[in-house]
């Protein structure tokens, strides 16, 4: 028999499954990505309680740290690391440099900074140290205007030439003894090294004198220092370009000469090595010859050279022959 109720929209029973199951599929998957989704933040929040916490604790422990030090430190009596720490302590050894304060006994001249490379704050604590011994005579070469500043801060009575970039303290020099020191420059720009050389030679105990711009391209500014030049012990001629003058020099006199080769010159100089070679080869003998740009080591072989006769020393009779 027909049915009563009227034929059965199946139909409509399966879109209304279909989207039941739709509704349920999208709800479920909603849920699941919420979960995930706060399944993550949890995580990530945890990770960064964690990494705070991590920094918090090293930070905690380094302060804890630093102050132990500095308690032990003070207990010492050291304190800790300051600039005026460095200046008391008075002694040659600082963590990064130990200073040779009894070369002057050992070998007649004392021990000189280098400033190149060394950090004002370096170059400022040995300035410190050497403070305590103003009887050695201490030279800072190669000093740029903060090593200078450092320096001065340490040892404000220190004498500074900003031209040759050295400082000397005790600012005084010692009496000259022993015989002249003549440092001769080829040209203006070559000045720098040969100011080096001429203090450094002062410093360490001889006369001095300074003689400037008397190249080879005007052969009779030289000739006409003639007498100067033969009245002394030994002569530094510093000289870029082609480096020709110390042979020069060495031709017109009898006493040794230091060729001092600079960095001054065009492109083919190659920043000193022409003037090097050109004075390693000098024609004339009895020419010596330093590295380049090397006043202080120009100077100290002249101080050398030219130091007084002392009976019974290396340098006087009954010495080593």
């Keep these: 028999m027909p049915d009563p109720l009227g034929p059965t929209d199946t139909r409509a029973d399966s879109a209304t499954g279909t989207t039941g199951t739709a509704r349920t599929d999208s709800a479920t998957e909603t ?19 964690s990494a705070t916490e991590t920094t918090e604790t090293a930070r905690a422990d380094s302060a804890a740290g630093t102050t132990e030090a500095d308690g032990a430190a003070e207990a010492a009596g050291s304190g800790p690391a300051t600039r005026g720490d460095d200046a008391e302590a008075g ?36 300035a410190a140290r050497v403070r305590a011994r103003p009887d050695v005579i201490t030279l800072f070469t190669r000093a740029d205007a903060e090593h200078a500043a450092a320096v001065l801060a340490e040892l404000p ?7 040759a970039g050295l400082l000397a303290w005790p600012a005084t020099p010692p009496a000259p003894t022993g015989g002249l020191v003549v440092v001769v420059a080829a040209g203006t720009s070559d000045l720098r090294a040969a ?41 530094v001629v510093a000289a870029g370009m ?5 042979s020069v020099v060495a031709g017109l006199i009898s006493v040794p000469v230091v060729g001092l080769p600079t960095s001054v010159g065009y492109g083919a100089a190659f920043g000193g090595l022409a003037p090097l070679l050109a004075m390693l080869n000098a024609c004339a003998p009895g020419v010596a ?33």
């Excluded at 009575?157 to 031209?163: E, L, T, V």
């Design 195 to 235: 100011r080096e050389a001429e203090l450094t030679a002062r410093y360490l105990g001889r006369p001095t004198e300074l003689v400037v711009d008397v190249g080879v391209a005007g052969l009779h500014r030289i000739l006409a220092r003639l007498e100067l030049l033969r009245r002394a012990r030994v002569v």
């Design 157 to 163: 009575d220190a004498r500074h030439d900003a031209d």
């Design 31 to 49: 849920t699941e990505t919420a979960r995930a989704d706060s399944a993550t933040e949890t995580t990530e929040t945890a990770r960064a309680d």
């Design 289 to 321: 010859v330093v590295n380049i740009d090397n006043g202080y080591g120009a100077g100290h072989l002249a101080a050398q050279i030219a130091a007084p006769f002392e009976p019974g020393g290396p340098s006087g009779p009954g010495g080593p022959a």
């Design 242 to 246: 082609d480096g020709a003058l110390p």
């Design 91 to 126: 002694g040659g050894v600082i963590d990064y440099a130990e200073l040779d304060l009894g070369r002057t006994a050992r070998r007649g001249y004392p021990e000189a900074v280098y400033c190149a490379g060394k950090t004002a704050r370096q170059v400022g604590g040995i």
